[in-house]
């Protein structure tokens, strides 16, 4: 009898140190991948292009991402009237902020809001205006 335990024991710590490997090796496979909002952002970053502008109202601001407790993560000065496919963009926009919601969930976020700096016209090419970031309540 006990040497039938010890066998059931022996099988039973090898099947649990075979499942804690895989997930040690699967989870270090998924820390290698980028994140899948990567090629997104990257795809954004091409449909808006080089932003040129002759005046700060050839200018607008995107925002990018989304924060845990609301809002963009980031904002990105383009030239809309260069973007060839609006459409397009928007719905990449939209699938970016779905993927950073994927990648967030469960974290906790300081919760300050990117407030939008806007955009303007710089030596040819859209910039963005003054980033600020507003506390819990709307205080700077």
Not at 10 to 24: C, F
Not at 40 to 63: F, K, N
Not at 91 to 105: D, F, T
């Given at each position: ?20 490997l ?15 909002s ?100 709307g205080?700077?």
């Amino acid at each position: 009898m006990r040497t039938e335990m010890r066998s059931e024991l022996r099988a039973a710590l090898l099947r649990l140190s075979l499942a804690v490997l895989l997930t040690m090796v699967g989870a270090l496979a998924r820390a290698d991948a980028p994140p899948a909002s990567v090629p997104l952002r990257e795809a954004i970053e091409r449909a808006i292009g080089t932003p040129a502008c002759r005046t700060d109202a050839d200018c607008a601001s995107l925002g990018l991402g989304e924060r845990a407790c609301g809002g963009p993560e980031r904002y990105l000065p383009y030239a809309p009237a260069q973007v060839k496919d609006p459409a397009r963009l928007r719905a990449l926009v939209r699938e970016h902020a779905a993927a950073r919601r994927r990648e967030q969930a469960g974290r906790v976020s300081h919760c300050a809001m990117q407030i939008d700096p806007g955009a303007r016209c710089q030596a040819a090419r859209c910039v963005a205006g003054e980033a600020k970031t507003a506390a819990p309540g709307g205080l700077y």
